[in-house]
Nanobody, 128 residues
Framework: QLQLAESGGGLVQPGGSLRLSCAVSGFTADLDFYVIGWFRQAPGKEREGISC????????NYADSVKGRFTISRDSAKNMVFLQMNSLTPEDTGIYYC???????????????????WGQGTQVTVSS
């Protein structure tokens, strides 16, 4: 069973940057086989899909709210997926989760229901 563990959250000032990491383990295929997505949940709001990287070639998909500011990437040799977050605003505050879809899908979607395996989350707070 896939296991995911997020790290890299913390407190950052508006305009700052953070890089989140997602360590993936327990899989039977290479990391490139799986779709990995990043989601976030702000207080009082529903969980929002913000970015994903698809199987194989690694096509990416971003929510409009983060497009141009966030970049998802993966390091298959290290079984890691990253989310580089730049130009952070207070609206980016929330718990950030990585998740995996256990099927080969090149064109990933940022839909909660597509993902079967979830990490525990890491808190990101953007505040001055």
């Amino acid at each position: 069973q896939l296991q995911l563990a997020e790290s890299g959250g913390g407190l950052v000032q508006p305009g700052g940057s953070l890089r989140l990491s997602c360590a993936v383990s327990g899989f039977t295929a290479d990391l490139d086989f799986y779709v990995i997505g990043w989601f976030r949940q702000a207080p009082g709001k529903e969980r929002e899909g913000i970015s994903c990287i698809g199987s194989g070639p690694g096509r990416t998909n971003y929510a409009d709210s983060v497009k141009g500011r966030f970049t998802i990437s993966r390091d298959s040799a290290k079984n890691m997926v990253f989310l580089q977050m730049n130009s952070l605003t207070p609206e980016d505050t929330g718990i950030y989760y990585c998740a995996a879809e256990g099927a080969y899908v090149q064109r990933c979607r940022n839909r909660h229901s597509d993902y079967e395996y979830w990490g525990q989350g890491t808190q990101v707070t953007v505040s001055s």
